[in-house]
Each structure stands twice: as C-alpha cells, then as structure tokens.
C-alpha cells in the first residue's frame, strides 16, 4: 500500500491566488514526521516545511503552511500569495522513527503551475 | 549558508562501467542519506550512514556500496552501471546529535549510462 499518496498530479493555478496540496500517509508508527519538498525544473530538491506527529500546532514557514490533520492522516501544504517562481514539483514525504528508519519515503509528487 | 556539495554533477558512463559520487554534507551534519530520483519518478532511499557506520538501509542494488569518511563525506560507489541506473542521485544530511530531523538535500548528480 502507498505510504503517501499525493491524489493531484498537477495544478494550474492564478498568481496571487492560495494553493492547497493534498497529501494522505498511511503509517502505524506514533511517531513520524512529515516533510514538503519543492523541486523546480532545475532538479534540486529544496525543503519547505517540516511537521512532527505529536507537535501540537501546524507549522508555518513564512508563505507555506501546512494543515495537519492527524486523525484523517492529512498533511496538506497551503502556500499563501502564490507567485511565478511557485512553479514546481511539490513532493510529500514521511519518516517513520520508531522502526529505527532512515529514509524518507515520497509520494509521487505535484506539478504546480503558476499562471499570470 | 553553506549546502550539501555533491560532485561531479553530471557524469556519463557506459554500460558495465563503474562510477563513484562524492557527497560532502553541511558542516557539523553527521548523517548522511543517499537518494535515487528515476526520470519523473519521486526519490527513492538507497542507504544511510550516521557517525561513520552504515544506519540504515534501502532499497540499494547489490551493485552499489557506500561509505561515511572521517571527514563525514561520502562515497557512492557504483559497479557495472546498467541503462536503467541512468537516473539523478541526491546526497542529503542532517543533524541527528542536535535532534535535526530536516533532511536537507545536495544539487544532485545526474547519471546518464549509454
């Protein structure tokens, strides 16, 4: 089964506009973490935002919040203001600690299209 | 602030040749994670070192090893390289002495196998 599933392949959406991207997990582990990613075409992985199972609040960082929603297993990443520069792949990730595991596992991603 | 360096960035081999990516994490990060990304496919975990030693590990082809230097850089080695290992592989590192979950990803090196 998919661990996160991302149902959105791709999203055009007006500059200036609010943008909310899905994200579901699937995990048994109390205790994990969530991760948004943004790829642009230029392929480096940059990181957005970061979110803890038992962090009592969502976080924000600066345009980019993320809408936690733990008893629906949901993750989703709202960026504010959305500007040109938006424009991007958006990967959902999850790290589960109580395995002892390392690696972050993906979800398929989100192509974000920014228009004018 | 400094970044993860990888090198080379771009790198093109042929078939059953052999090929090694250079990580070097950001400073005072002493774990390091290896990612596979597959033309439009999302990253795949290959293997982990913390402190030196192997922490976990993916899902890594028994072709490829890897290792942690003193100096915390890492080393993918890869042998003979098929077509399909054509693909973009990302070093990452955090912090986990100081509790730093984020994993914060490298430029990546883009591998073409002819």
């Known amino acids: 089964a998919q661990k996160i599933t991302q149902t959105q392949p791709g999203m055009f959406v007006q500059e200036k506009e609010a943008v909310t991207l899905d994200c579901t997990y699937d995990t048994s582990d109390p205790s994990y973490g969530l991760f948004w990613y943004k790829q642009p075409s230029s392929g480096e992985m940059i990181f957005l935002i970061y979110q803890g199972s038992y962090d009592q609040q969502n976080a924000t960082e600066g345009r980019y919040s993320l809408n936690f929603q733990k008893a629906r297993k949901s993750a989703n990443l709202v960026i504010s203001a959305s500007q040109l520069g938006d424009s991007a792949m958006y990967f959902c990730a999850m790290r589960e600690f109580g395995g002892g595991a390392d690696g972050l596992t993906f979800g398929k991603g989100t192509h974000l299209i920014i228009q004018p | 602030a400094a970044g993860v360096i990888q090198s080379p960035r771009h790198l093109i081999k042929e078939k059953r040749e052999t090929a090694t990516l250079k990580c070097y994490p950001i400073?005072?990060?002493?774990?390091v994670y290896w990612y596979q990304q597959g033309p439009g496919q999302d990253p795949q975990f290959l293997i982990s070192?913390?402190?030196?030693?192997?922490?976990d590990k993916g899902s890594i082809p028994d072709r490829f090893s890897a290792q942690q230097f003193s100096d915390y850089h890492s080393e993918l080695n890869m042998s003979s390289l098929e077509l399909g290992d054509s693909a973009l592989y990302f070093c990452?590192?955090?912090?986990?002495?100081?509790?730093?979950?984020?994993?914060?990803f490298g430029p990546g090196t883009r591998l073409t196998v002819l």
């Open positions: 070192f913390y402190e030196k030693m192997q922490s």
């Open positions: 990452a590192s955090s912090s986990r002495t100081s509790g730093g979950y984020t994993q914060y």
């Open positions: 400073p005072r990060h002493d774990t």
